[in-house]
């Protein structure tokens, strides 16, 4: 059986850490206070970013090894594991924003906290800060450690989640700036995709799995699913998924052509399960049916 380091609650995580719990459901970790350890598998039951300083063991993800500049933030969701076994110590560095979902139940960011894509972000896909944007974040982590410190009180939560919220609104905001400031890498993912589907249609696959997924796309391309989506809608203000159906029209468009075969036929080549299915998605697309579409042309 593997061995993973499981971190069930923020009081077991700051132990580990040799930090203070000032509250049970949110902490902001100084890694600092660490003490070296060798390299593990760890499993975090709640919601975790890092903001890396320098090389750090715990940001090793699966068996892949990333080396990220200063100001980096890095996001998991809960029950994520992260790092590897080896025989080998580091000395943890950096800060960490850890917080149960517990905390944030019944409250707007508990309710759209599936909106923060970058938390099913692969860690290969992390943020990564300007000097103004790091400052920027280190204000809001003071800002939540300011009211970790004060006594208790009604106001605590209304104000740790606020501030975790408003963080998170950041992250989207300096997310978006990366995908426009890395426009050349992404240029080449979305080059990338247009040569995976052409592939894609000219081989069996089609017949012997079905009509490309988003998700098989994106693990063609090595990316997060949602990272992938995020990136496609940015750079093309259509879905992955829309960006899939237009191809499979035009795709369609050239086949219909193809006076040999029946629409269903086509239908059945491109990887539709039912011709109904094809018909549907046609009209929705072109306005017409593909046998109007022939018939047409």
Same mark, same amino acid.
């Given at each position: 059986?593997?061995?993973?380091?499981?971190?069930?609650?923020?009081?077991?995580?700051?132990?580990?850490?040799?930090?203070?719990?000032?509250?049970?459901?949110?902490?902001?970790?100084?890694?600092?206070?660490?003490?070296?350890?060798?390299?593990?598998?760890?499993?975090?039951?709640?919601?975790?970013?890092?903001?890396?300083?320098?090389?750090?063991?715990?940001?090793?993800?699966?068996?892949?090894?990333?080396?990220?500049?200063?100001?980096?933030?890095?996001?998991?969701?809960?029950?994520?594991?992260?790092?590897?076994?080896?025989?080998?110590?580091?000395?943890?560095?950096?800060?960490?924003?850890?917080?149960?979902?517990?905390?944030?139940?019944?409250?707007?960011?508990?309710?759209?906290?599936?909106?923060?894509?970058?938390?099913?972000?692969?860690?290969?896909?992390?943020?990564?800060?300007?000097?103004?944007?790091?400052?920027?974040?280190?204000?809001?982590?003071?800002?939540?450690?300011?009211?970790?410190?004060?006594?208790?009180?009604?106001?605590?939560?209304?104000?740790?989640?606020?501030?975790?919220?408003?963080?998170?609104?950041?992250?989207?905001?300096?997310?978006?700036?990366?995908?426009?400031?890395?426009?050349?890498?992404?240029?080449?993912?979305?080059?990338?995709?247009?040569?995976?589907?052409?592939?894609?249609?000219?081989?069996?696959?089609?017949?012997?799995?079905?009509?490309?997924?988003?998700?098989?796309?994106?693990?063609?391309?090595?990316?997060?699913?949602?990272? &992938?989506?995020? /990136?496609? $809608?940015?750079? @093309?203000? *259509?879905?992955?998924? =829309? +960006?899939?159906?237009?191809?499979?029209?035009?795709?369609?468009?050239?086949?219909?052509?193809?006076?040999?075969?029946?629409?269903?036929?086509?239908?059945?080549?491109?990887?539709?399960?039912?011709?109904?299915? &094809?018909?549907? /998605?046609? $009209?929705?697309? @072109?306005? *017409?049916?593909?046998? =109007? +579409?022939?018939?047409?042309?």
């Amino acid at each position: 059986m593997e061995d993973i380091i499981n971190f069930r609650n923020i009081k077991e995580y700051n132990a580990f850490n040799n930090n203070e719990t000032l509250h049970p459901l949110v902490s902001v970790v100084d890694l600092d206070k660490a003490e070296p350890r060798k390299l593990k598998r760890l499993r975090y039951e709640f919601y975790t970013v890092f903001l890396k300083k320098i090389h750090c063991g715990d940001l090793r993800y699966g068996l892949d090894h990333y080396d990220y500049e200063e100001g980096t933030l890095i996001f998991l969701a809960p029950g994520q594991v992260i790092g590897e076994n080896k025989d080998e110590y580091y000395q943890p560095q950096g800060i960490a924003l850890v917080f149960h979902p517990d905390l944030i139940a019944g409250t707007s960011l508990g309710k759209n906290i599936g909106d923060y894509h970058f938390f099913s972000y692969g860690v290969n896909e992390a943020l990564h800060l300007t000097e103004q944007e790091r400052k920027i974040i280190q204000d809001c982590f003071s800002k939540i450690e300011y009211e970790l410190q004060h006594a208790i009180d009604k106001h605590s939560k209304q104000l740790i989640v606020s501030n975790i919220e408003l963080f998170l609104n950041y992250c989207t905001r300096f997310y978006d700036r990366q995908f426009i400031t890395r426009e050349n890498v992404n240029k080449g993912v979305l080059e990338r995709f247009e040569q995976v589907l052409d592939h894609y249609f000219s081989s069996d696959k089609p017949q012997n799995i079905g009509l490309p997924s988003v998700s098989w796309c994106a693990e063609e391309l090595n990316l997060s699913s949602n990272y &992938f989506g995020d /990136l496609i $809608k940015k750079e @093309t203000r *259509v879905s992955a998924q =829309e +960006y899939i159906q237009s191809k499979v029209i035009n795709v369609a468009k050239e086949r219909i052509f193809d006076n040999s075969k029946s629409i269903s036929e086509v239908a059945y080549d491109l990887g539709f399960k039912y011709p109904q299915h &094809f018909t549907r /998605l046609f $009209k929705q697309k @072109t306005g *017409v049916t593909p046998v =109007e +579409y022939r018939n047409l042309n």
